[in-house]
């Protein structure tokens, strides 16, 4: 037997187990954490975003098709249902800080979830982007895991949304404090709430980042406009796409 | 860690159930959620595994988006086609979101009886 074909052989048998997806997804991600750690967290290092491009790179180099990937790799996919509930815990822990400000806060929420949806979706009709892309922007400032159960249930693509959401909570995080200087807001809550509903969980690490109360008050942002999200979403999307 | 792993499955399983019967537009893992909020509320503390669970998922939540958002080697050249939109729409959106929410927030405070 060449020496060849035995490489080869190793390699059908690998790629076709679920172990090749699940090593390929967690060393890519572990690398990301590393190269984020060493930019001293720097948004634009988002350890996320490092991992999709790697592992998207190597599957196209290797001429791996996407379902082949996915099936290995569905057993991290799987756990995002989980992850999703186990948000419940950093809501229940900001939910003390809700005390006396609850309706500020949640005008504001209702407010900024609006202005993401229209913003979103009108900037990219106009421009003339085509349906599966508007659709999937609708819920692009929800923290992924919801978003993309939110995609599944208005029958847009999940992948499209987790895209845009992930480059949403990197833009966020980026330019927030821009923008939140340029308006002159200077208590650390009403900053913070701003950055989780504008750019969820990578907003919020910025914002923990920064300051602790900037970060409570996004972690709580950002859990509050997920459930609301997921209750009004499909109602939205059905109302302008009949 | 078991103990927290079953008490979340246990919610996301009643979360997905109440989906698929009765509230089909949502997803089962937010009425999961919600359901859990709501639990914790009433019993008025975080049990120590729950939170080890909890902690865990939210320290690596981004690791679980990774197989769905690898997906968008499918849909390279859509996005390359409609690159100015997709770019403008989410630069666009983020910065208004952000502004709009900061604005609200404080103004309501300002008029409100706190502070």
């Known amino acids: 037997m060449s020496e060849q074909h035995s490489i080869a052989e190793i390699w059908v048998y690998l790629s076709g187990s679920p172990l090749f997806a699940l090593f390929l997804t967690l060393a890519a991600y572990q690398l990301g954490l590393i190269v984020y750690k060493a930019s001293k967290q720097n948004p634009l290092a988002n350890p996320v975003a490092i991992a999709i491009i790697l592992v998207a790179v190597i599957i196209q180099f290797i001429e791996m098709p996407y379902a082949t990937y996915f099936e290995g790799a569905q057993f991290i996919h799987f756990l995002l249902g989980s992850a999703t509930v186990s948000l419940a815990i950093p809501i229940y822990r900001g939910l003390e800080s809700l005390r006396g ?75 927030a404090p821009f923008v939140l200087n340029a308006l002159g807001m200077k208590a650390w809550w009403q900053r913070g709430f701003a950055i989780g509903i504008g750019a969820h969980g990578i907003g919020t690490s910025r914002a ?31 109302l302008f796409n009949r | 860690m078991i103990s927290g792993l079953v008490q979340i499955l246990l919610f996301q399983s009643i979360g997905e159930l ?26 008025k503390n975080i049990n120590a595994e729950l939170a080890l669970v ?11 988006f990774v197989p769905a958002a690898v997906g968008v080697v499918l849909f390279l050249p859509q996005l390359k086609a409609n690159a100015l939109a997709i770019i403008s729409a989410l630069l666009g959106s983020v910065i208004l979101t952000i502004a709009s929410s900061a604005l609200v927030v404080r103004f309501l405070s300002q008029k409100g009886p706190h502070e």
């Open chain 1, 101 to 175: 400000r609850s309706i500020p806060l949640i005008f504001s929420l209702i407010t900024g979830s609006l202005v993401s949806i229209v913003s979103a979706v009108g900037i990219a009709t106009l421009l003339g982007a085509n349906s599966s892309i508007t659709g999937a922007m609708y819920p692009k400032s929800v923290t992924a895991p919801i978003a993309m159960g939110i995609a599944e249930r208005i029958g847009v693509s999940p992948t499209l949304t987790a895209i845009f959401a992930v480059s949403t909570g990197i833009m966020g995080a980026i330019l």
């Open chain 2, 18 to 43: 109440l989906s698929k019967f009765f509230l089909p537009t949502l997803p089962g893992p937010v009425i999961g959620l919600v359901l859990l909020v709501l639990w914790l509320i009433l019993r």
């Open chain 2, 54 to 64: 909890a902690d865990g998922f939210s320290q690596y939540l981004g690791l679980l």
């Open chain 1, 208 to 238: 923990f980042s920064i300051h602790p109360e900037a970060g409570t008050y996004a972690s709580l942002a950002m859990g509050m406009n997920g459930v609301i999200s997921a209750v009004a979403i499909p109602v939205i999307y059905h």
